[in-house]
Structure formats: structure tokens, C-alpha cells
């Protein structure tokens, strides 16, 4: 997966590119992934190699390190967003801020043993491909 991908936050303000390859792509079940997503997993690229830039609103950007753990999450001031962040030489990049397409599917369920009671699959629940009316 090399290239340039380009991605923002819900509201537009802050916009990014993520220049390079992710090595991996992981769906993160632990508590801390599924308390800042408020879902079932977090959706994260990573790449020890790739470069972020700020295109804009490098400004609007907060970063949140959870205190006594390597948890970190970065997010939109204006929209509340998850926006990438680096720390170190590690670029890590929510899947769900790029706007422009991901040919890769997920590497790996990780911290599945810490997964929601909740989450066991669906499979007699409808599927829609937009809001149901």
C-alpha cells in the first residue's frame, strides 16, 4: 500500500496527507480503543515509514495521551473528529479519516479478548445501504 492518501475530519477543518505505505492494518477491541471510538473497535492504519502533513488546520488538532498507558488519540477540536497523529517514527492513521480509497482489508482483530458482550456478529440482523425508511 504505497501512495499518497489524502483525508479530514467531519467538518473539514483540518485536512492531511499521509505520504508512503501502512505496514499494517489493525481492529483494535480494547477498552480504551472502544471508549474513544464509542464503538465496537477502533480502525487503525500504521506505518513506521510514511510521512503526515497538515494541510490545514494543524491548529484544530488536539492530542490526547491517556495518562499510565501508550494510549493516544487524536481528534478535531471544532467536530471532535479522530484525526492521525505520530509519535515517534510511527504514523498511526484512523482508516475512517481518509477520503481517498483503501485497497488493503484489516490485517487483525487485536485485544479481541477485551471485545464488547455485545459484539458477536450479526448475521440475522437487515442490512441497508443507506438509512432504512
Known amino acids: 500500500m504505497s501512495s499518497q492518501h489524502l ?3 467531519l467538518c473539514g477543518a ?5 505520504d508512503g505505505s501502512f505496514e499494517r492494518f489493525y481492529l483494535c477491541h480494547c477498552e480504551h480503543c472502544r471508549k474513544d471510538t464509542g464503538s465496537a ?4 492504519l ?3 515509514t510514511a510521512a503526515l502533513s497538515w494541510i490545514s488546520g494543524r491548529d484544530k488538532v488536539v492530542v490526547y ?5 501508550r494510549h493516544t488519540k487524536a481528534f478535531c477540536s471544532v467536530c471532535g473528529s479522530a484525526l492521525p497523529y505520530a509519535l515517534g517514527a510511527m504514523v498511526v492513521v484512523p482508516a475512517g479519516s481518509l477520503d481517498t480509497n483503501l485497497d ?4 487483525a482483530h487485536i485485544f479481541f479478548a477485551s471485545k ?3 459484539e458477536a456478529g450479526f448475521p440475522g440482523i437487515p442490512a441497508f445501504e443507506a438509512f432504512p425508511s
Not at 483540518?14 to 499521509?18: I, T, Y
Not at 488493503?104 to 490485517?107: L, R
Request: hydrophobic share 35%.
Open 46 to 48: 500504521f506505518s513506521q
Open 65 to 69: 495521551n491517556l495518562p499510565q498507558t
Open 116 to 118: 464488547a458482550g455485545w
Open 104 to 107: 488493503h482489508i484489516p490485517d
Open 41 to 44: 473497535h477502533a480502525a487503525s
Open 14 to 18: 483540518a485536512r492531511f496527507s499521509v
Open 7 to 9: 483525508g479530514s475530519c
